[in-house]
């Protein structure tokens, strides 16, 4: 019997959880929000599906469950320009979900943003195995910058490290594409800005986060084995400690199953240590009492 729970359940969160009803993965469903109105019109909506998966809103049940996935909290608005400025307010909002799940030992996955920040905080505060937490972001990230190469006539084979934020790293090396410093930092400026085109269209991205999350969560039920860029817990990678950052990873049954560092070229790895620095300063701030 496999179970997930969506602490959180909007536009993402109700979004993932469909696409899990539908799948055929998962036997149970535990559902979690804040607002009680939106929790019960999502669980009733998703009773209609007439899937055979049973579907409980009871908060205590959420630790039992094989996968938690961490959807809750304030999302960017066109006032809110980047993800770090989310903070101090979801903070309290993870420090929630630590409350609900005192040792856990299942697999959690951390969407709502800073994810990174909020992925260490959580990997401190629940004290789970660094290969049980995974911070969301990079997949995304590399879409997008896939996109962006398609556009210029460039091999779409790119992938994202870094921070998922204003820090991302956008790759260049690993597909051998001979990008010049200048269209590098054009393409960085435009990937940096590239959800809040859609949040001032539409209030909220919503299609591609609930495909790639759905990708990830797949990957852990069927214990796939595949290469993902996932936010992960840094122990020296790269000389890096104390935060979580984005970087290749390997994902299976059991979360994160090896950590890769291929070789960065110089402005990659210098773009890098930034986003490295940038995040640990963030999570320094972090209250873990």
Request: proline share 4%; charged share 20%.
């Amino acid at each position: 019997m496999t179970s997930l729970a969506v602490f959180g359940t909007g536009r993402i969160g109700g979004g993932v959880a469909s696409r899990a009803v539908s799948s055929g993965l998962i036997d149970n469903l535990v559902l979690y929000d804040c607002y009680q109105p939106l929790l019960e019109a999502q669980r009733l909506d998703l009773e209609h599906m007439r899937c055979p998966v049973t579907i409980s809103t009871n908060p205590e049940k959420i630790a039992a469950c094989d996968i938690i996935l961490y959807t809750a909290g304030l999302p960017r608005n066109p006032n809110i320009k980047t993800r770090a400025a989310l903070l101090d307010c979801n903070v309290p909002v993870a420090a929630e979900l630590a409350a609900l799940i005192p040792e856990y030992k299942g697999i959690l996955i951390v969407v709502t943003n800073p994810a990174d920040v909020l992925t260490y905080y959580l990997w401190k505060k629940i004290g789970l195995s660094k290969n049980r937490i995974i911070g969301f972001g990079g997949q995304l990230d590399g879409a997008r910058f896939n996109y962006e190469l398609r556009l210029r006539d460039l091999r779409p084979d790119g992938i994202i490290l870094g921070e998922h934020g204003e820090h991302q790293v956008p790759i260049f090396s690993l597909a051998g594409l001979d990008v010049d410093l200048s269209s590098r930092e054009e393409i960085l400026t435009t990937l940096r800005n590239a959800s809040m085109e859609i949040i001032k269209g539409k209030g909220a991205t919503e299609y591609a986060p609930v495909y790639h999350i759905w990708q990830l969560v797949s990957a852990i039920l069927t214990d796939s084995k595949e290469n993902f860029v996932c936010s992960a817990i840094m122990d020296g990678e790269y000389g890096i400690s104390g935060c979580s950052l984005g970087i290749p990873v390997i994902i299976g049954r059991e979360g994160i199953l090896s950590v890769k560092t291929p070789e960065l070229d110089s402005w990659e790895m210098e773009h890098y240590l930034n986003a490295a620095g940038f995040v640990t300063d963030l999570c320094r701030r972090l209250n873990f009492d």
